[in-house]
């Protein structure tokens, strides 16, 4: 029972998850930015993993076994949890994040108008 919610949150909550983060992602920070992208990697390996054992013929899971119930089940899920860890710690190793007023000024915000002399 476990398995199969595993198997629905990897399948369905995650991306809108992720969908959800990744609407307002310009004004994050860095690292921010590194984990979400790290989190879509990690969910899209996951997802071509499974998509690859789903389509092996029913002969190669005979027996059933341990393996099939991660790859098939937890795959997505752990591979969006991998990607976002993975990224979160690379991030910890880089030197910090600007200051807000030395980042450079996004397309959104405004330019400021210039006098003429």
């Given at each position: 029972m476990l398995d199969r919610i595993a198997l629905l949150i990897g399948l369905f909550v995650v991306p809108i998850v992720l969908l959800r983060l990744g609407d307002s992602l310009r004004k994050k920070t860095m690292r921010r930015r590194r984990v979400f992208w790290g989190?879509?990697?990690?969910?899209?390996?996951?997802?071509?993993?499974?998509?690859?054992?789903?389509?092996?013929?029913?002969?190669?899971?005979?027996?059933g076994g341990p393996a099939r119930i991660v790859v098939v089940h937890w795959a997505m899920l752990v591979g969006a949890a991998a990607g976002a860890a993975v990224a979160l710690l690379g991030s910890r190793a880089t030197e910090p994040e600007p200051e807000p007023s030395q980042r450079p000024a996004s397309r959104r915000e405004p330019a400021v108008a210039r006098e003429a002399d």
């Amino acid at each position: 029972m476990l398995d199969r919610i595993a198997l629905l949150i990897g399948l369905f909550v995650v991306p809108i998850v992720l969908l959800r983060l990744g609407d307002s992602l310009r004004k994050k920070t860095m690292r921010r930015r590194r984990v979400f992208w790290g989190a879509v990697i990690g969910h899209s390996t996951g997802m071509v993993v499974t998509f690859f054992a789903a389509m092996l013929p029913p002969i190669g899971w005979h027996g059933g076994g341990p393996a099939r119930i991660v790859v098939v089940h937890w795959a997505m899920l752990v591979g969006a949890a991998a990607g976002a860890a993975v990224a979160l710690l690379g991030s910890r190793a880089t030197e910090p994040e600007p200051e807000p007023s030395q980042r450079p000024a996004s397309r959104r915000e405004p330019a400021v108008a210039r006098e003429a002399d």
